[in-house]
């Protein structure tokens, strides 16, 4: 089946350091990409749309300079925190569809593992 | 605007007896309708999906769940809870409707918590 590789899976970082966390889709191509991040015990908030080729698409109150994020190919998403602070501390999972299934809003996203962030 | 709701925070069941994860849904037009499981540190694994026709819809290790319109219900149920079954589901909604967007929304989680 289809696999999502999420890397790294735990990172600790300095406060004001940058941190960039890569999602590939190891045996599809994945058009749209998507990135979560989940609190403690609470849901996943949709951070953004990643669009291969074209920029990708925040959720309101999600910052565009802090989390850039860069869909270069068809199988690599890439979020980057910026000027990381403690605050930003959660866990971030990527999910992919693959492209051309036809109706696509049936297709089920693979997720990834996840990475845990920690800002000290 | 979509939502989910799954109003128990946590699901406490004796192995080998029945459980049942609660959701409700709000969307524009019909429906596409999933379940995911979440482990500790892990990311979502999809148990199934509802997207038309029997509205009983049977999924992996045993978990089925039961699409009511009339209700707007979509609960997940399995007829004999394992030990291992003890994770965090998600119960998520789609539109059917592409003017609508192509966002997956989640509910809040259940923490199912199944006891030898």
């Known amino acids: 089946g289809a696999v999502v590789s999420q890397h790294p899976s735990w990172v600790i970082c300095k406060s004001g350091t940058s941190v960039k966390i890569e999602c590939r889709s190891l045996?599809?191509?994945?058009?749209?990409m998507f990135w979560y991040r989940q609190f403690p015990k609470q849901s996943l908030m949709l951070m953004a749309t990643?669009?291969?080729?074209?920029?990708?698409?925040?959720e309101q109150g999600v910052e565009k300079d802090k989390f850039l994020i860069n869909h270069a190919s068809l199988t690599l998403s890439t979020l980057t925190v910026t000027s990381a602070h403690p605050e930003d501390s959660s866990f971030y999972i990527c999910?992919?569809?693959?492209?051309?299934?036809?109706?696509?809003?049936?297709?089920?996203?693979?997720f990834g593992a996840g990475s845990r962030l920690t800002v000290l | 605007a979509q939502s989910v709701a799954q109003p128990e925070d946590q699901v406490n069941v004796a192995e080998g007896n029945p459980l049942t994860v609660k959701c409700t849904y709000s969307?524009?037009?019909?429906?596409?309708l999933f379940w995911y499981v979440q482990y500790p540190n892990r990311g979502l694994q999809f148990l199934l999906k509802?997207?038309?026709?029997?509205?009983l819809v049977k999924g992996s290790y045993g978990f089925e769940a039961e699409f009511n319109k009339s209700q707007t219900s979509f609960h997940l149920k399995k007829p004999s809870a394992l030990v291992s079954d003890s994770a965090l589901y998600f119960c998520?909604?789609?539109?059917?409707?592409?003017?609508?967007?192509?966002?997956?929304?989640f509910g809040g989680g259940t923490r199912v918590l199944v006891k030898p």
């Open positions: 509802y997207i038309t026709g029997d509205n």
């Open positions: 998520a909604v789609r539109s059917f409707n592409p003017a609508a967007g192509n966002k997956l929304t």
């Open positions: 990643s669009n291969e080729g074209s920029k990708a698409t925040y």
């Open positions: 045996d599809f191509q994945a058009t749209t």
């Open positions: 969307v524009s037009g019909n429906p596409y």
């Open positions: 999910s992919a569809r693959e492209r051309d299934r036809g109706l696509s809003g049936a297709n089920v996203l693979t």
